[in-house]
């Protein structure tokens, strides 16, 4: 069955500190990829997302991501976090033609300042 | 623009009360989507629908039913509310299944007493 795994379920970090979140999925064909991030108390948003072409997308925020097709992952990255980018952050990815998305089960994320 | 407008923000339920969980989105999506958040436990896809008049169960469908009469609207409703029902909904639209993201309302924090 496809699925998809983020690695890291808490992750605690320092201002200026660099951040990266793992997301592996398990598919063989094309995908569509996409990362969210739900700050605390609210919806989720889309942080960005790759369907083609090159394979490191940037994002809002700071907030970029390298699709490695060997690997099936896409890792979110940020050289340096802020206070502000305490939330939580889920990776999914749209298999084939799944007319449904298949999400991780998140990572949270917290900055102390 | 409004995007995904859902309503209520928050409710309390008695159990075995019913409701109707409202969601309209003004984006001329086809598909939309209903999800519940538990702590922990990512999103779980309840229902979707892939254009007026077509619905399809997702991964957690049971206690639930939806309808799509119109392309805006897809409501949720909970008939015998449970304790096990006590959770986070989203609601989410998104244009198509190819090269499109989707977007999400506030959600409804349902709590069933």
């Known amino acids: 069955a496809q699925s998809v795994s983020q690695h890291n379920h808490h992750v605690i970090l320092s201002e200026a500190a660099s951040l990266e979140l793992g997301c592996n999925y398990s598919?063989?064909?094309?995908?569509?990829l996409f990362w969210y991030v739900q700050y605390p108390g609210q919806h989720l948003q889309l942080l960005l997302k790759y369907f083609s072409g090159d394979p490191l997308v940037k994002g809002i925020k700071g907030f970029e991501a390298e699709f490695i097709k060997s690997k099936f992952s896409f890792n979110l990255r940020k050289p340096s976090v802020q206070w502000s980018d305490t939330a939580e952050y889920f990776c999914?990815?749209?298999?084939?033609?799944?007319?449904?998305?298949?999400w991780g089960l998140g990572t949270s994320l917290a900055v102390n300042p | 623009n409004a995007g995904v407008t859902q309503t209520p923000k928050f409710r309390i339920l008695k159990i075995g009360q019913s409701m109707t969980l409202q969601c309209t989105q003004d984006m001329n999506h086809n598909y939309m989507y209903w999800y519940r958040q538990d702590p922990g436990m990512g999103l779980k896809l309840i229902y979707y629908?892939?254009?007026?008049?077509?619905?399809d169960k997702g991964e957690v469908p049971n206690g639930y039913n939806v309808s799509r009469s119109t392309t805006e609207d897809f409501p949720l409703r909970l008939e015998l509310a449970a304790p096990s029902q006590t959770s986070v909904y989203f609601c989410a639209s998104s244009y198509g299944t190819s090269n499109t993201e989707a977007f999400f309302g506030q959600g409804t924090r349902l709590t069933v007493v």
């Open positions: 598919y063989g064909g094309t995908v569509n």
């Open positions: 629908s892939v254009g007026a008049g077509i619905t």
């Open positions: 999914a990815v749209k298999a084939g033609n799944n007319r449904k998305l298949i």
